[in-house]
């Protein structure tokens, strides 16, 4: 959407009977699909409130990824179910980034083997799957078995954490690497740098567009990032003291 002139002074959360909300001011937070903006932990709203707080004189919502995320999550656009979503999740494991290896140039394939083969293997110990990778167009072929072990995984995780799991796969475009960044096993910085490293590969052989490089990976980053915090805090069975916003 369009920028918005902030049309608010003060940022609050307070607790409901449907969990934590965002006040502007007086008004409570809506979605786009006019519902109650509402969200299961105060860590989350304080977080969202943030995003919220730190507007300046325009509203820019491309920035606002946890705001988008609570969003999607309570307007459900595309009406799936937990199972459905899951699904989707785990599909992402038949194109995944890190399976998919090039036999040329030689430094190329050097470098996914040297940087993606140890993700793998953290993969396949931690979840006792195979994965494996392969040079055919066609993927690896990824065994009945390990896809229904994520399902499983996945299983564990609350509808909320699920559409930022997903929004993380979609950003690195990599269920394991995705796993891994939740997992706490890899950072932020370095599972995007796994995810682009056939284009980090060619930037640093024939040079970058300027700023346009650098502005592509902080959006990553930032995107990813929030992802992952969404997870983390819809994942938080406990609270966290009150905190007010305002210095």
Known sequence: PP???RFYQNVSISQGEGGFEINLDHRKLKTPQAKLFTVPSEALAIAVATEWDSQK??????????TTLCNTA???????????????AVKFL?????CYRVEEPVALAELQK???????????KRYNV?????????????????????VNHLASYNMWALQGIEYVITQLKSLILSMGLI????TVEKAVLLSRLEEEYQIQRWGSVEWAHDYDLCELRARTAAGTLFVHLCSESSTVKHKLLQD
């Open 3 to 5: 920028e918005r002139k």
């Open 94 to 98: 038949e194109t995944d980034t890190v």
């Open 130 to 150: 195979a994965i494996g990778s392969s040079t055919s167009i066609l993927g690896p072929k990824i065994p009945a078995s390990t896809k229904e072990t994520f």
């Open 57 to 66: 004189d325009t509203i820019k919502f491309y920035t606002m990824h946890l």
């Open 74 to 88: 309570l307007d459900n656009p595309t009406q799936r179910n937990k199972m459905q979503l899951i699904r989707a």
């Open 114 to 124: 040297n940087e993606w083969d140890p993700i793998v293997a953290w993969a396949e």
């Open 183 to 186: 997992d706490r096993h890899i």
